[in-house]
């Protein structure tokens, strides 16, 4: 039986459109290279990101510390170089979960209707009548700090959009002939959903992947800038920030790299999700 | 029309019952046990049973659940475990703040988006439409603590023009302003831009300016009067975020609003203010976006309030 899935040939033209794209591409080389100093971050990193050294505490950027050294003399590149590894470990992680609930939720309202459609959309409802930050503060206030309560925190909160999304494509695509045609030869639910329905989701799937990320990865800042998130001694971004606040006098030059971490990986990432979302349809474009 | 607001104010009042029971669940169940964390090993257990029973933690949680919204109904959302203050009284002195910080930074987005974004869509493809995009892009990814702080060193540090903390005169406010208000301004330039191209191609702008009528009156009465919708709706959306927002903001410039005593509140473990705080916010933001999809109509009288939904 013909499977009216989108062809190989539909993501080449795709991605041909998205390399014509100067702005995505250059945001998803500036991904590669964050990618490439998390995983290598031990051979780049000039020092051991714990090593505290008592003569260099709050030293300005020089040769022998590029960016500067922390309250504890600590490097601060090397503790950015480390930090990416926090950063995007738990945006691709909670992306993961939140996308895993979101797409089956989403499905399950879009494609069955009724009393599941109603229950997970009041859900979602409840979801967005909170103030995202107030929830995921008030999560972690029951949980406790710690990276790992932020990534439960946020996966809670993240899912909410991705199901409304897909639910609307569901509603869409399972009006389709081929859809009527796979229930008339007797195809089971769970089958069409997987073989047919998901994949037809792909590219807003992408699309919400590449753009959630970034949310995931302010979101743990936030957390991690209101003492939250990553505990000491560890390296994330947001509590540099926030130890940073501390030493701004006397050494202003420490929250200013963090910050831009943050900034470039996010941008990175929101220019990549446009050009994604232009790539994979044009007329999403209008 | 009627229907509508009707449907929409039972929404909302799901939606506050929700989060009542959600902040309820995560403040009482979930940690444990609040006057024995407050009371730390500072108390035997006897003391700690009697404080229990003044406190009514010790009742089923559904029962504790119907006298905390009974309180809340008639304003008492308890006592702050650290001052004994009432908690609504510390909201109502903490949320004035809040409400001013977040009022002004609104009003910043507005003025500096839509000028920014009129200005990008009359120069498209020039290099001040880029300008205005890239910086707005840059707006939008900086993270508001950051924005804060880069602004602490430039105008307090560097050019030692503007305080760098507090919320008392004029000038005290206008860091907190920018700051809160500079994302929402990147938002709103984007928009504009948007919606003003789309304007700009209209078949009444090329009639308008046959007819003679000066530019300025052209951009300001026919092409953004009609650009308006969609940035009202983006910015309306937004006004509810301001108040979240406003906790980062208020922490780095040390203003004593409600997101700097919920923050504090949550290191000192006052369950009472945290509870109060967060409730108080989601409630706030419910009717706030309430009261946007309710004014869409207003503003065009094209809209049928069922397609807002």
Same mark, same amino acid.
């Given at each position: 039986m013909h499977i009216n899935r989108r062809s190989k040939s539909y993501y080449k033209e795709s991605f041909g459109r998205l390399k014509e794209n100067k702005a995505a591409m250059l945001g998803l080389v500036i991904i590669a290279v964050f990618i490439l100093l998390a995983v290598f971050a031990p051979l780049i990193a000039p020092y051991d990101p714990y090593q505290q050294t008592w003569e260099d505490i709050l030293k300005n950027p020089s040769m022998k510390h590029p960016a500067g050294t922390d309250e504890l003399g600590r490097d601060i590149l090397s503790r950015l170089i480390y930090g990416t590894r926090i950063?995007?470990?738990?945006?691709?992680?909670?992306?993961?979960?939140?996308?895993?609930?979101?797409?089956?939720?989403? &499905?399950?309202?879009?494609?069955?209707?009724?009393?599941?459609?109603?229950?997970?959309? *009041?859900?979602?409802d409840i979801i967005f009548a909170f103030p995202s930050l107030i929830f995921a503060i008030a999560i972690m206030f029951a949980l406790g700090p710690g990276l790992i309560n932020v990534f439960f925190a946020l996966a809670v909160i993240s899912w909410a959009g991705t199901a409304r999304l897909i639910r609307g494509q569901v509603l869409h695509i399972k009006k389709l002939e081929y859809i009527e045609a796979c229930r008339a030869i007797g195809e089971k639910d769970f089958d069409i959903i997987i073989r047919h329905? %998901?994949?037809? &989701?792909?590219?807003? %799937? %992408?699309?919400?992947?590449? !753009?959630? %990320?970034?949310?995931?990865?302010?979101?743990?800042?936030?957390?991690?800038?209101?003492? !939250?998130?990553?505990?000491?001694?560890?390296?994330?971004?947001?509590?540099?920030?926030?130890?940073? *606040?501390?030493?701004?006098?006397?050494?202003p030059t420490y929250s200013i790299f963090p910050g831009i971490c943050i900034m470039l990986i996010v941008l990175s990432f929101n220019i990549l999700g446009d050009g994604l979302r232009d790539a994979l349809d044009p007329r999403l474009k209008d | 029309m009627l229907s509508y607001l009707i449907k929409r104010f039972f929404q909302a009042v799901f939606a506050i019952l929700a989060i009542s029971v959600i902040t309820f669940f995560l403040m009482n169940v979930i940690p444990g046990d609040p006057v024995s964390l407050m009371m730390e090993k500072r108390a035997d257990p006897e003391t700690i049973e009697r404080i229990r029973h003044e406190m009514g933690t010790d009742l089923p949680l559904t029962t504790q659940y119907i006298n905390m919204m009974k309180k809340a109904f008639s304003g008492d959302l308890g006592k702050s475990f650290f001052s004994g203050i009432p908690v609504s009284q510390l909201i109502g002195q903490k949320f004035q703040t809040t409400l001013k910080l977040a009022l002004l930074a609104y009003l910043f987005a507005l003025t500096v988006g839509i000028l920014s974004g009129v200005f990008a869509a009359l120069n498209r493809g020039k290099i001040g439409d880029s300008t205005v995009m890239i910086m707005a892009m840059f707006g939008i990814s900086a993270p508001v603590?950051?924005?804060?702080?880069?602004?602490?060193?430039?105008?307090?540090?560097?050019?030692?023009?503007?305080?760098?903390?507090?919320?008392?005169?004029?000038?005290?406010?206008?860091?907190?302003?920018v700051t809160l208000g500079l994302a929402n301004a990147s938002s709103i330039a984007r928009i504009t831009r948007t919606s003003m191209l789309e304007v700009m191609k209209q078949d009444y702008i090329r009639t308008a300016r046959a007819k003679g009528v000066y530019e300025k009156r052209v951009v300001f009465k026919h092409m953004?009067?009609?650009?308006?919708?969609?940035?009202?709706?983006?910015?309306?959306?937004?006004?509810?975020?301001?108040?979240t927002g406003a906790?980062?903001?208020?922490?780095?410039?040390?203003?004593?609003?409600?997101?700097?005593?919920?923050?504090?509140?949550?290191? @000192? @473990?006052?369950?009472?203010?945290?509870?109060?705080?967060?409730?108080?916010?989601?409630?706030?933001?419910?009717?706030?976006?309430?009261?946007?999809?309710?004014?869409?109509?207003?503003?065009?009288? @094209?809209?049928?309030?069922s397609e807002v939904d």
């Open positions: 950063s995007l470990s738990i945006g691709f992680m909670i992306e993961a979960l939140a996308m895993t609930i979101g797409v089956t939720l989403g &499905c399950i309202a879009g494609y069955y209707g009724g009393i599941w459609d109603s229950i997970i959309m *009041r859900m979602t329905i %998901i994949p037809n &989701c792909l590219p807003t %799937i %992408i699309v919400i992947i590449t !753009l959630g %990320i970034p949310d995931a990865i302010m979101s743990e800042a936030s957390l991690s800038f209101l003492g !939250l998130g990553a505990q000491p001694p560890m390296a994330s971004w947001g509590s540099m920030i926030y130890n940073a *606040r501390t030493y701004i006098m006397q050494a | 603590f950051w924005i804060a702080l880069i602004l602490q060193i430039v105008f307090g540090l560097v050019f030692k023009c503007l305080p760098i903390s507090g919320f008392s005169t004029p000038a005290h406010m206008i860091l907190p302003m953004l009067k009609n650009a308006l919708l969609p940035i009202i709706t983006i910015s309306g959306t937004q006004l509810g975020g301001l108040l906790i980062m903001t208020e922490t780095v410039f040390g203003i004593s609003g409600l997101g700097r005593l919920t923050v504090e509140s949550i290191f @000192r @473990r006052d369950f009472p203010v945290i509870q109060g705080t967060v409730l108080f916010i989601a409630v706030v933001y419910v009717v706030v976006n309430l009261l946007v999809d309710l004014s869409y109509a207003l503003v065009d009288p @094209r809209i049928s309030l």
